[in-house]
Each structure stands twice: as structure tokens, then as C-alpha cells.
């Protein structure tokens, strides 16, 4: 009796564990959308940066690029 008390525990316990792991794994995997999302945004701030700095080259750019500011 004690002994399948203490094997149901431990099973019990390595389900534990188990669940704390795909949890982990889980936060990983949004840790990796964030910083993936990050640097799609960055990319496109420099997108638009370019575009911007593009600007200043065209004829009468002051006035364009102040309407953009």
C-alpha cells in the first residue's frame, strides 16, 4: 500500500514537472514572437526612414518632407 502511494506521488509529480516544462516551452516561444515582431517593426521604421531620407533628394523636397513631418 505505502509503496503505490509513493509511486502514484511520484507520478504524480513528474506529470508536475512535466507541465512546468511545456509551460516553459510555451513562454519561450512567445519570448521568440515578441523579439520577432521587434524586428519587424524595426525593419520597417528603417523602411520608412529611407523613404524620408529619399525625400530630402527630390526637387522641392522642403516642401514634401515638411508635409510628412
Do not use: R
Not at 31 to 42: C, E, G, I, K, P
Amino acid at each position: 500500500m505505502q509503496v503505490d502511494t509513493l509511486t502514484l506521488q511520484v507520478d504524480a509529480l513528474a506529470l508536475q514537472v512535466h507541465a512546468l516544462a511545456l509551460q516553459v516551452h510555451a513562454l519561450i516561444l512567445q519570448v521568440h514572437t515578441f523579439a520577432s515582431q521587434v524586428d519587424a517593426l524595426t525593419l520597417q521604421v528603417h523602411a520608412l526612414t529611407s523613404q524620408v531620407d529619399a525625400l530630402a533628394f527630390l526637387p522641392n523636397s522642403g516642401d514634401k518632407l515638411q508635409t510628412i513631418i
